[in-house]
């Protein structure tokens, strides 16, 4: 019974030693797992610098800031300012074209490495996204062609058929004021069909509706209102790009103190739209 006992305390010693080793691995396996998933993560600054090149999602049909001028030439505010700071990573841009419904699902697949769009920093795409620091700050305009004398305001659009990008802020808007959205891919279908009477408002940015009247002074279509709250934009990243944010924004300073921003704001809008 005495060797029973013996034998039994031993098995036991045996199964507490074996257990602690097991919860030991586990924990260590789980802690090289942790690591080597926040070394992935750190990884994306140095795959682009390996590499040599920044993969940028753009739309290309957002004058003034992403679009192709007279030549085909893929140009704009944002490219610009996306194009310096690659140079100041010491890299070379690639932009990705996509339409503005698809580019999310396109940062998310990595078909991108950040998107340059004068996409807005707002809470619900904080929660999924990184941003870079604002680079430009704009309002919102409601616009109608100018033979419409009936929509004077924000609140006159209830039930009316507004043109606009489907996941953008404007078309939030929109929806708040009761419109019944079309769906566009960009300003430049926007400004169109409601130059040709076919939609009755958009609500869009102020800048590139200047720009449009700059290019086309007769088109047919006013701003009637503007919108109290001015929104913010900068570069948008996949959580957990933090060097590579890190990285930007110390170009994105870089160019504003050395006065690079000024010369290609005043490129695209005549002044300095950071002020």
Aim: a neutral charge.
């Amino acid at each position: 019974m005495k060797k029973l006992s013996i034998i039994f305390a031993l098995l036991l010693s045996l199964m507490v030693v074996l257990a602690a080793c097991g919860k030991d691995n586990t924990d260590k396996d789980k802690k090289e797992t942790d690591n080597k998933t926040a070394e992935k993560a750190d990884d994306l600054l140095k795959s682009i610098k390996d590499k040599g090149t920044l993969l940028i999602g753009t739309e290309g049909t957002y004058p003034p800031f992403t679009f192709h001028d007279t030549s085909g030439n893929l140009t704009g505010f944002d490219v610009d300012l996306a194009t310096e700071v690659a140079k100041r990573i010491g890299v070379k841009p690639d932009f990705k074209e996509t339409q503005w419904d698809a580019m999310f699902a396109g940062l998310d697949a990595k078909r991108f490495d950040m998107i340059a769009n004068e996409v807005g920093i707002r809470p619900d795409r904080q929660k999924k996204y990184d941003f870079s620091d604002p680079y430009i700050t704009s309002a919102g305009v409601l616009i109608a062609h100018k033979d419409n004398d009936k929509v004077k305001a924000f609140e006159d659009i209830k039930g009316l058929n507004a043109a606009q990008s489907m996941t953008s802020n404007y078309a939030d808007m929109a929806k708040k004021y009761g419109a019944k959205i079309v769906g566009v891919d960009g300003f430049q279908q926007a400004v169109e069909l409601l130059a040709q009477k076919r939609v009755d408002v958009t609500i869009n940015d102020k800048l590139s509706f200047l720009d449009y009247k700059k290019q086309k002074p007769d088109a047919p279509i006013k701003v009637v209102a503007t919108a109290n709250d001015a929104s913010s934009s900068g570069f948008m990243f996949r959580k957990k790009s933090d060097t590579l944010v890190d990285e930007v924004n110390k170009a994105l300073k870089e160019i504003v103190d050395d006065g690079t921003y000024k010369k290609i704001s005043e490129k695209w809008f005549g002044e300095d739209v950071l002020k």
